[in-house]
């Protein structure tokens, strides 16, 4: 059984950084992408970042050169560090993975851990 735990969140003033970490209690076999998703008050749920196997990301628009996700596949851990937060990065972030067999794919998501920039 795998679980995804974040850490991570918490309260932050505009402007600051968080970093927000994830790590599988189990393992992933032939695991495809980690990576986050967010939902923030009133709004649907929304991919914030993806880091595929070889090393190639995708981010959304609206974090596109403020946070970087990594992962460190020995420890089966992916990261998301958030610079130059503003109020519209508040919302709760969910870890997330796939893992791909000849059976299909599976997803993983965490409980979530919620970050709040506020003044």
């Known amino acids: 059984q795998v679980q995804l735990v974040e850490s991570g969140g918490g309260l932050v003033q505009p402007g600051g950084s968080l970093r927000l970490s994830c790590v599988s209690s189990?393992?992933?076999?032939?695991?495809?992408?980690m990576g986050w998703f967010r939902q923030a008050p009133g709004k649907q749920r929304e991919l914030v970042a993806v880091a595929f196997n070889g090393g190639s990301t995708n981010y959304a628009d609206s974090v596109k050169g403020r946070f970087t996700i990594s992962r460190d596949n020995a420890k089966n851990a992916v990261y998301l560090q958030m610079n130059s937060l503003n109020a519209e990065d508040t919302a709760v972030y969910y870890c997330?993975?796939?893992?791909?067999?000849?059976?299909?794919?599976?997803?993983?998501w965490g409980k979530g851990t919620l970050v709040t920039v506020s003044s």
């Open positions: 997330y993975a796939r893992g791909v067999t000849h059976r299909g794919a599976t997803d993983y």
């Open positions: 189990g393992i992933i076999f032939s695991i495809n992408r």
